[in-house]
């Protein structure tokens, strides 16, 4: 029987480049025009100036969180390969320092967010991303740190069969 993750998936690309998603950055825009349009509507009808506050303080919030998602909205976060992990501008940590991978939720109230986390021995140093805000959802980045490492350690057994 055929394993369900295939090492040699040729579907599935030679690396995972995970960005910040463009969601979060339209809903900001979209927060942006409610604002514009909130600013208009006290002008128009003489009144409820309160209105114009608000929504002047709501429009700056959200215009300077939707400039700010936009300079890192192509930011690489993370790529896995059959290297290993390189996140954000760290170096690439190679598979054989990497250990305890997870992919975990946490639930807060009524909200569940989840992470990804690794630890490194080398440097003594457990890194933890929140994946909300990227591109690739939990079973998505298991599926893939399954793979590539799987493809590693293949390459790896082909490395130490050919030397002996």
């Given at each position: 029987?055929?394993?369900?993750?295939?090492?040699?998936?040729?579907?599935?690309?030679?690396?995972?480049v995970?960005?910040y998603?463009?969601?979060?950055?339209?809903?900001?825009?979209f927060?942006?025009?409610i604002?514009?349009?909130?600013?208009?509507?006290?002008?128009?009808?003489?009144?409820?100036?309160?209105?114009?506050?608000?929504s002047?303080?709501?429009?700056?919030?959200?215009?300077?969180?939707?400039?700010?998602?936009?300079?890192?909205?192509?930011?690489v976060?993370?790529?896995?390969?059959?290297?290993?992990?390189?996140?954000?501008?760290?170096?690439?940590?190679?598979w054989?320092?990497?250990?305890?991978?997870?992919?975990y939720?946490?639930?807060?109230?009524?909200?569940?967010?989840?992470?990804?986390?690794?630890?490194?021995?080398?440097?003594?140093?457990?890194?933890?991303?929140?994946?909300?805000?990227?591109?690739?959802?939990?079973?998505?980045?298991?599926?893939?740190?399954?793979?590539?490492?799987?493809?590693?350690?293949?390459?790896?057994?082909?490395?130490?069969?050919?030397?002996?």
């Open positions: 029987m055929r394993p369900v993750i295939d090492p040699n998936n040729l579907y599935f690309s030679k690396q995972t995970i960005h998603t463009r969601a979060n950055l339209l809903d900001s825009v927060m942006c025009l604002a514009c349009a909130g600013i208009f509507y006290p002008l128009i009808q003489r009144e409820k100036e309160w209105i114009l506050f608000v002047v303080v709501t429009l700056f919030y959200f215009g300077s969180k939707a400039y700010q998602q936009y300079l890192e909205i192509d930011e976060q993370l790529i896995l390969n059959s290297e290993g992990i390189k996140y954000r501008r760290a170096p690439l940590v190679p054989d320092e990497i250990e305890n991978i997870s992919v939720s946490e639930k807060v109230n009524d909200s569940t967010f989840y992470y990804f986390k690794f630890y490194c021995p080398k440097n003594d140093k457990v890194v933890k991303f929140n994946i909300g805000d990227l591109n690739i959802g939990p079973q998505d980045l298991e599926m893939a740190v399954r793979l590539h490492k799987g493809r590693f350690e293949r390459a790896k057994t082909t490395a130490e069969e050919t030397k002996n």
